[in-house]
């Protein structure tokens, strides 16, 4: 898999692929919708939803499918969007979902319940990621067959319920920061941070895609034998404190509430004073090791393959040339004193080796270190769905390794049909 022709702009995107990809993607929608709706005949474990959505007690069909939205994180959602942070573990969810379901209800003019489960779901269906990935693959490596490959093994996401039904913060995360990514790749470092930023209102790790502008701007210059100019290395730090200021202005929230009265609560008494580590210590046992019981093995059975996939291709692009590209880096920036011994790598390997990936290798091997170590390991079944590299990973494995791309492949359709079946009958792992 190589590109095509040597251009130097990449080509336009295929419309013929795109057609291919949408009519696909549409498919995959209908069928998760069609399980769902058969979901909507048996019993849920749990009948939390109808404290919220009393009317999916009756027979309406429409009522009953669209409660299928109403599950786990969401009602912690509900609640902020009608009465705010009144209580400290709901620090633990970002603003962002709880500001869709708000504005959704404000938008159509109903009842919160009511516009908030139609408009919700309407606008997650509006978050698809599909064209903006083949974009940004086209434009990493300039080959049609590979943004074709890649964008098509996205669709078989490993959490077809949080990404493609409820309003969770997933589907807008992973629009939010495709886009981003898609300007980063253009050197358009102002939109791209502007779109870092508002992810940032619906996950923490959001703060972490200001690696992608500080790559850009300050090491691809070292990277080219170069130095990043004063301005390259002012306008990196300013579009970092923006991607980082939603963050940082939830932590200063809870902080106002609950450590400047009379009685500040206990934490507030630490060195770093965070609200969102707090609770997510406190209420979600969230924290290095943690995890690692003999109860949660099962969740680490799940999140195996997703794990194991990225892990593969991060460290194989990272030994094949992201250790490299880092070395030239801390060569030139006087970090590192050693002159690096460096050859690109062989032409069948660049599409799969593209240099604008290393960065993206990098993001993915800390975020999943993170999610490993000092996380509840299921999530990645659905935070994975916000990162390019993801879908290159696997595209990646179809060319090298295609025996085990296809079992991965039979996985992700098997772990798909169940996941929105426990998804429907509100079982875990949420």
């Known amino acids: ?4 022709s040597t251009q130097s702009k990449s080509p336009s995107p295929s419309t013929s692929n795109l057609k291919k990809l949408l009519t696909s993607a549409i498919l995959y929608k209908i069928c998760s919708i069609v399980i769902l ?3 909507t005949y048996a019993t849920p474990f749990d009948a939390s939803h109808l404290v919220i959505w009393p009317r999916a007690a009756t027979q309406s069909i429409f009522d009953k499918f669209i409660s299928t939205t109403l599950r786990w994180d969401i009602f912690h959602f509900y609640e902020i969007a ?9 620090y633990a969810f970002l603003p962002g979902g709880p500001a869709v379901i ?14 908030m489960f139609w ?51 997933e589907p807008f995360f992973a629009f939010l920061t ?3 990514i898609l300007h980063s790749t253009r050197r358009e470092w102002n939109r791209a941070a502007l779109y870092f930023a508002i992810a940032g209102l619906f996950r923490s790790n959001g703060i972490l895609f200001a690696g992608f502008v500080v790559w850009g701007l300050v090491c691809i210059p070292f990277r080219q034998h170069s130095t990043p100019s004063l301005l390259s290395i002012v306008k990196a730090t300013i579009l970092t404190g923006l991607i980082a200021t939603p963050f940082l202005a939830h932590l200063y929230s809870g902080y106002s509430q609950f450590c400047e009265g009379p009685s500040p609560q206990l934490w507030c008494g630490g060195q770093l004073p965070s609200i969102y580590n707090h609770v997510q210590a406190k209420y979600w046992n969230v924290g290095v090791f943690k995890y690692w019981t003999v109860a949660q093995i ?3 059975v799940i999140a195996f393959p997703p794990l194991a996939v990225i892990t593969w291709a991060g460290w194989t692009h990272m030994t094949r040339r992201g250790l490299a590209d880092l070395h030239v880096v801390a060569y030139n920036s006087g970090i590192w004193l050693e002159p690096p011994s460096y050859s690109e790598p062989v032409a069948s390997d660049v599409t799969l080796l593209a240099p604008g990936i ?8 800390l975020f999943s270190g993170i999610i490993l170590f000092a996380s509840h390991v299921q999530i990645i079944l659905r935070v994975s769905s916000s990162m390019p590299f993801m879908s290159w990973a696997v595209a990646r494995l179809w060319v090298e390794h295609p025996k085990v791309a296809k079992w991965y492949a039979a996985w992700s359709i098997l772990w798909g049909v169940t996941s929105l079946v426990t998804w429907g009958l509100f079982l875990p792992p949420a």
């Open 1 to 4: 898999m190589t590109p095509t």
């Open 82 to 90: 009608r009465h705010g942070y009144v209580y400290e573990h709901l």
């Open 178 to 180: 495709f886009r981003g």
């Open 298 to 300: 099962p969740n680490f």
């Open 102 to 115: 708000r504005a959704s209800s404000l938008i159509l003019g109903e009842s919160l319940s009511s516009g």
């Open 358 to 365: 290393t960065p993206h290798a990098i993001h993915a091997l």
């Open 37 to 39: 709706f058969f979901c």
């Open 119 to 169: 408009g919700s779901w309407f606008l997650v269906a509006g978050c698809s990621t599909l064209f903006t990935l083949y974009e940004i693959t086209l434009l990493e490596t300039g080959s049609q067959q590979v943004a074709m490959l890649a964008t098509a093994c996205s669709i078989l996401t490993t959490s077809p319920a949080t990404l493609l039904h409820a309003p969770y913060a």
